[in-house]
């Protein structure tokens, strides 16, 4: 088994890179079914969505062109409001381009509601969404996505790209941290519990 890095500091590993890259091979030939014959570009989210983006792209069979934008969601806390500011924009444009939006993961929903309306306003031929996780007790928007990873519940993961303040982020797991990370109080160890071999 391979030593988690930051071990410490990691609760619960949800999606070890096994199956994050299995899962992105799964979505990458989806991929390639719907888009035969195109060359679809996609738009990585930064920062989140780099290594999604990297481990899609290299496992895509087909022509792809890679672009990146930088956005900025207001907000109270972690709330996100949906008034987006751009903080990079795209270096391609999106005439006639099947535009592929990649994130790391979709919270509210409400910065890519935001974004989708306005690439669609660049005049692409067609804007679709792919995002490695979905928190769906947290939408509050009904933006279409069209793949999804994993959905995950309603905590918060870092590792494979997303961050707890700029931490994290290389790690190859999607993982929950422990409590003492944020500052909060340590939750007691469960209970061991023996069981006999060949039980359950
Ligand atoms: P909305 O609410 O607009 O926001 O869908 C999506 C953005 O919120 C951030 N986010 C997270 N980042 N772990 C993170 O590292 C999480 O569990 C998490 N939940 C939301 C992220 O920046 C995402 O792009
Ligand atoms: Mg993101």
């Not at 995002?131 to 870092?158: A, H, M, W």
């Not at 941290?177 to 007691?188: C, D, S, W």
Request: charged share 30%; aromatic share 6%.
């Amino acid at each position: 088994m391979r030593a988690i890095d930051c071990q410490d500091d990691v609760r619960e590993v949800l999606y070890t890179e096994e199956q994050i890259h299995a899962r992105i091979a799964e979505m990458a030939r989806e991929i390639e079914r719907d888009y035969e014959g195109r060359e679809p570009l996609l738009i990585g989210v930064l920062k989140g969505a780099v290594m999604v983006v990297s481990d899609l792209a290299r496992e895509l069979r087909c022509p792809v062109k890679m672009d990146w934008m930088a956005v900025s969601s207001y907000g109270s806390g972690t709330e996100s409001s949906g008034v987006v500011r751009i903080i990079k924009d795209l270096d391609a444009d999106l005439t006639g381009r099947d535009v592929l939006i990649v994130e790391d993961i979709i919270d509210s929903g409400l910065t890519l509601t935001w974004l989708k309306s306005n690439l669609e306003s660049r005049g692409p031929n067609s804007v679709e969404i792919c995002t490695l996780l979905r928190k769906p007790s947290r939408l509050k928007s009904d933006v279409p996505v069209k793949y999804i990873g994993y959905d995950v519940p309603n905590e918060f993961v870092v590792g494979y790209g997303l961050d707890f303040d700029e931490r994290y982020r290389h790690l190859r797991d999607v993982v929950v941290l422990k409590p003492h990370v944020y500052g909060g109080e340590e939750e007691p160890e469960p209970a061991r519990v023996e069981v006999e071999e060949g039980a359950g």
